[in-house]
């Protein structure tokens, strides 16, 4: 079966501007969460889904962050006026009820 | 500071030796999960740990959970190239399904 799909795999944008980033998780996964990884660190927790709703959005560094779900599938997150801080690896995952998370292979993030 | 600690931070070993990778928190573990990531890929999922006292083994490698629920250490036999990558531990901090805290990785190179 196909695993976390996220696209697009690389992103250039220039300060300022919007992105849209996209995640289709495994088929019948309930959870989605995206992380953010910088160089040399580890992922750094964004945003959590359970369904449609969004059930924990604590770690979005600030109103530029937004994420939906609409139908409690694919997600999509969006970074309004980017900033040259934001670049970044942006990775999602999916799992069932208390089970390991499976992640994509990320989408880079580069604002110029 | 940083709630989940790895180390060492990078490791170099030669092909057939045995190396440890240990993964501290200063809170007690409701889970621990090692991942594995290669440069520009995403996280592959080793072992899930549990239960105070937990050891996992899959193939050469072996990850274990101590009494206390506070640290980790992967172990991998006889290492390979392939064993080559960054090795990440993840700890649910609070339970029920909350989203995982992840240390800054471990850059593990094999060398003939």
């Known amino acids: 079966g196909a695993g976390v799909s996220q696209t697009p795999s690389n992103k250039v944008t220039e300060k300022g501007k919007y992105v849209e980033l996209r995640c289709d998780p495994i088929s019948g996964h309930t959870a989605l969460y995206w992380y953010r990884q910088s160089l040399g660190q580890g992922p750094e927790f964004l945003i959590y889904?359970?369904?449609?709703?969004?059930?924990?959005d604590s770690g979005l560094p600030n109103d530029r962050f937004f994420a939906v779900r609409p139908e409690g599938s694919v997600s999509t997150l969006k970074i309004q006026r980017t900033e040259r801080g934001d670049s970044a690896v942006y990775l999602c995952?999916?799992?069932?009820?208390?089970?390991?998370?499976?992640f994509g292979n990320g989408t880079r993030l580069t604002v110029t | 500071s940083q709630e989940l600690e790895q180390s060492p931070q990078s490791l170099i070993v030669q092909e057939g030796k045995n190396l440890t990778i240990n993964c501290t928190s200063s809170?007690?573990?409701?889970?621990l999960y090692w991942y594995k990531q290669k440069y520009g890929e995403g996280l592959i999922f080793l072992m899930m740990?549990?239960?105070?006292?937990e050891e996992k083994s899959h193939e050469k490698i072996t990850a274990k959970l101590d009494e206390k629920k506070q640290q980790s250490s992967l172990h991998i036999t006889a290492s390979q190239p392939s064993h080559a990558g960054i090795y990440l531990c993840g700890a649910d901090m609070r339970g029920g399904n909350t989203p995982l805290v992840f240390g800054k990785g471990t850059r593990l190179s094999v060398i003939a």
């Open positions: 809170k007690t573990l409701y889970g």
């Open positions: 995952a999916s799992s069932l009820r208390d089970s390991p998370l499976h």
């Open positions: 740990l549990q239960k105070g006292g």
């Open positions: 889904f359970q369904g449609t709703g969004a059930a924990d």
